[in-house]
């Protein structure tokens, strides 16, 4: 047998190729084997990789076109933004850092309004009129329901609601004598028989209203 070297491979008389035993990282033995001529082991072989993750990985990391100062300028800015955070500096307080946060945004929200304010005009302002008032009704005078009443309109009320129950006692009347009503009930008799003191009353206020009014 002839030891190719290299790889270890063992190449004997008769032209087979072998792979003597070896040792595995985690201590287990691999068996020896016969390969065939040009083998390549797995371990050897070339990962298969995309071809997007080619372009990923051969993409610059920087801007084309850089010079060679502005690249390492561009380089340590890099490193400043990684490593630089509001949180890893030392001794500063909750207020300090809130405080902070809240210029950079009123800074950055000033630089943004200045630039629109150059590629934009200000719509002028304008107010809105109001129309006009229109103009109140008149309210009419209302008469006061508490005006005083005269005598004279306390009796002519009361001469009123008289001639009024007189009207109902010569209605019942009419019902009576035309049949209409033929078993009238006691109350309603009553009522009729005390016309005549009705009509005395009323003759004695109106004789009283004439002579408040003379």
């Known amino acids: 047998m002839a030891d190719t070297g290299g790889d270890h491979r063992i190449l004997t008389k008769a032209g087979e190729t072998f792979i003597p035993a070896s040792q595995r ?5 691999r068996k020896e084997r016969r390969v065939k001529t040009g ?3 797995q371990e050897e072989q070339p990962k ?15 801007p084309i076109g850089l010079a060679p100062d502005q690249l390492a300028e561009h380089v340590a800015a890099l490193g400043r933004n990684q490593k630089t955070t509001m ?9 300090s850092i809130d405080a902070a946060r809240a210029s950079a945004s009123q800074s950055s929200s000033s630089g943004s309004k200045k630039k629109r304010g150059k590629g934009q005009a200000t719509p002028a302002s304008f107010t809105m009129e109001s129309p006009a008032a229109a103009p109140k009704k008149p309210v009419a005078a209302v008469a006061s329901a508490n005006a ?20 109902d ?18 109350t309603q008799l009553d009522k009729i028989q005390r016309r005549p003191e009705i009509q005395s009353e009323i003759d004695s206020l109106q004789n009283e209203l004439e002579q408040l009014t003379v």
């Open 48 to 62: 298969y990789e995309s071809k997007g993750r080619q372009m990923a990985r051969e993409m610059p990391t920087y």
């Open 148 to 167: 005083a009443i005269t005598p004279e309109d306390h009796i002519t009320k009361k001469i009123r609601n008289l001639q009024k129950k007189l009207a």
């Open 87 to 95: 949180k890893s500096i030392p001794g500063l307080s909750a207020e």
């Open 169 to 186: 006692i010569d209605a019942l009347q009419e019902r009576i004598d035309s049949g209409q009503l033929k078993q009238p009930e006691k």
């Open 25 to 29: 990282p985690d201590g287990s033995w």
């Open 39 to 41: 083998y390549i082991p």
